[in-house]
């Protein structure tokens, strides 16, 4: 069932891929900061603070806006190598790609988003890989007039990481990572789409932990995405900065507990 899932995913891809006649290219920066800490040994909470900027055809990566987002989510392990997650409700507000100053908004489009996630991990001797799938209702502010209209989007990423001791420290290793998500969409607001490929997002990076609790991640991404024509896409490359806060208010209770 699984093996059905993904190739039928990819397929549409590649489906979609083809049948784009033009593609417009652009620069982006993404930047998330990343407060979590765990509520029991089962439990963990997460809010992602995330601002995109985009460069609007002039090359400089912080020429127009691109996204804000703010993203709580709970956590639950459910055994050593899968947990699934929940996101009750996300805020988002987002720009469309723009290829001129010209185009730039003040305005993005609001989006309310309920998120459920899977993930399972596994290790081998060479690396570990990752499969997510995710489900998510969102509700768009399309027409910027207050009328929220609402569809589904699934999510399925593949991922594979190697730790690498040596490189900066012999004690804490340097994972470097590469994985592939693709997003498909179906409901009201995209009922006249054409296809229901939504974009595709291939990165590759490294993660390390700078201090005890604060982990620090760098990467490039190559987004393709589809516009609501079906025949146009966007072609992004975005350079990713993550910041991690872990442990946030725990840390200091067992420092505490200890003295």
């Known amino acids: 069932m699984k093996k059905r899932l993904i190739i039928t995913i990819f397929a549409c891809v590649i489906a979609s891929a083809s049948y784009g006649q033009k593609t417009y290219n652009h620069g982006v920066f993404w930047g998330r900061i990343v407060l979590a800490d765990t509520i029991n040994s089962k439990l963990k909470w997460e809010v992602f603070l995330q601002k995109r900027t985009q460069d609007a055809g002039t090359g400089n990566l912080f ?24 996101s009750p409700v996300g805020y988002f507000d987002s720009h469309l790609f723009y290829n001129d100053p010209s185009e730039v908004k003040d305005e993005g489009v609001k989006e309310y988003r309920i998120s459920l996630r899977a993930e399972n991990e596994q290790k081998s001797r060479l690396f570990n890989y990752s499969n997510r799938y995710s489900l998510e209702y969102r509700m768009r502010d399309l027409k910027y007039n207050g009328s929220y209209s609402p569809n589904w989007r699934v999510r399925y990423m593949l991922k594979f990481e190697k730790p690498l001791l040596g490189i900066i420290s012999e004690k804490k290793p340097v994972s470097v990572f590469v994985s592939d998500e693709v997003f498909i969409q179906f409901g009201e607001a995209v009922k006249n789409n054409p296809n229901v490929f939504d974009q595709n997002r291939i990165s590759f990076g490294f993660a390390y932990e700078l201090v005890k609790n604060i982990k620090f991640s760098a990467s490039y991404l190559n987004i393709k995405q589809s516009r609501i024509s079906g025949k146009e896409f966007d072609n992004a490359n975005a350079f990713w900065v993550i910041v991690t806060f872990d442990n946030l208010f725990s840390q200091f209770k067992s420092t505490k507990s200890k003295s």
């Open 63 to 86: 020429s127009a806006p691109h996204f804000f987002s703010i993203w709580p989510w709970l956590s639950y392990t459910l055994s050593k190598t899968t947990r699934v997650s929940l």
